[in-house]
């Protein structure tokens, strides 16, 4: 199916669930739209204003103009012929992208348009019909993905270390802080893995299944999953600098949980889930055949986890201390 974007009544549903403090995953059923699609939406046509932070949220008409302003930002080289021949002209000439659109902003000119919106046109169906990537300083027969061309130090920048996470974390002093990692298996098991996420205080267990180690799919799946406990349960996750966790952006604006990151080849800084991940592994060899598992099969896994007696916590298993915490929120 081909892709379409949210029109105005769609995003007027939108406005209407979230204000009935309906989930994302409901929206998503009620409209026909992946889940993804309307976080993505929500933060990027949501409204801002710093002066007057209560006017802060989501609103139909609003997101419908923001979409609007940037469909028509992007297709500007489309729209408009004489900075289109003039872009071109400059790529055939050997300037990048970044050149073209310095120039334009140096020389004060009226019209100007993005190194982006230039890269957009020129791997989109227009510049590929012209055949405009071979004058690019290096030459790809597509774009790379974002994260692919950020700096690592930008996808896990420093304000996200584990060192700038809250003392109380550390302390175990608060329940809804958790670790969150990803058991990977042999070669011949495919692309199927198992994440794995610890409740650091109760030491609660929740593992799950993904059917490959893209970020996008793992995110998506662990806020589906993270998403039924109520938001002071999931305040934080630690999690290594594993690729596969690049995409933690989402977490915050998705389902309002912080992520913090351990220093590189530093897994001892998440304990907690790298002791669920050797206990875990009894049931769950490098040679597991994990694609074939269901997922009675993982909750019958988490709930021997969870309901095993632990020293750490008086004897008490973590099923029982998950469920006292819980109490004390009502």
């Known amino acids: 199916m081909?892709?379409?974007?949210?029109?105005?009544?769609?995003?007027r549903v939108i406005e209407d669930m979230l204000n009935a403090k309906m989930s994302v995953r409901k929206i998503a059923a009620e409209i026909g739209r992946h889940v993804s699609t309307i976080y993505r939406d929500i933060k990027r046509n949501g409204y801002i204003d710093d002066e007057l932070p209560k006017l802060n949220g989501y609103y139909g008409m609003v997101a419908q103009r923001s979409a609007r302003q940037r469909r028509s930002r992007r297709w500007k080289l489309v729209r408009l012929v004489e900075l289109r021949e003039a872009v071109i002209e400059q790529l055939k000439e050997g300037w990048s992208p970044e050149q073209i659109a310095g120039r334009l902003q140096f020389e004060g000119q009226s019209v100007r348009v993005s190194h982006e919106t230039i890269y957009a046109y020129v791997y989109g169906p227009n510049g590929q019909s012209k055949e405009l990537a071979r004058y690019l300083p290096n030459r790809r027969k597509k774009r790379r993905p974002n994260h692919s061309r950020r700096p690592r130090g930008l996808v896990f920048p420093p304000d996200r270390s584990i060192h700038e996470r809250p003392d109380y974390v550390k302390t175990r002093e608060t329940f809804g802080e958790w670790e969150g990692?990803?058991?990977?298996?042999?070669?011949?098991?495919?692309?199927?893995?198992?994440?794995?996420?610890?409740?650091?205080?109760t030491r609660f267990a929740v593992l799950f299944r993904n059917n490959d180690r893209s970020t996008t799919h793992l995110m998506n799946k662990l806020m589906s999953v993270m998403e039924p406990l109520p938001q002071p349960v999931r305040k934080s996750i630690t999690f290594d600098r594993g690729i596969e966790f690049r995409n933690w952006r989402k977490l915050k604006p998705g389902i309002g949980t912080e992520a913090w990151f351990c220093d590189p080849q530093s897994p001892w800084q998440k304990g907690s889930v790298e002791n669920l991940n050797k206990r875990a592994r009894r049931y769950l060899p490098r040679d597991a055949p994990v694609a074939t598992l269901s997922n009675r099969d993982m909750k019958s896994i988490c709930d021997r986890l969870n309901n095993t007696p632990r020293k750490c916590l008086g004897w008490r298993t973590p099923t029982e201390a998950f469920r006292e915490e819980l109490m004390k929120l009502r």
């Open 181 to 201: 990692d990803l058991m990977i298996f042999e070669r011949a098991q495919g692309k199927t893995n198992v994440a794995s996420l610890v409740e650091r205080k």
């Open 2 to 11: 081909a892709h379409t974007e949210l029109d105005l009544r769609e995003r």
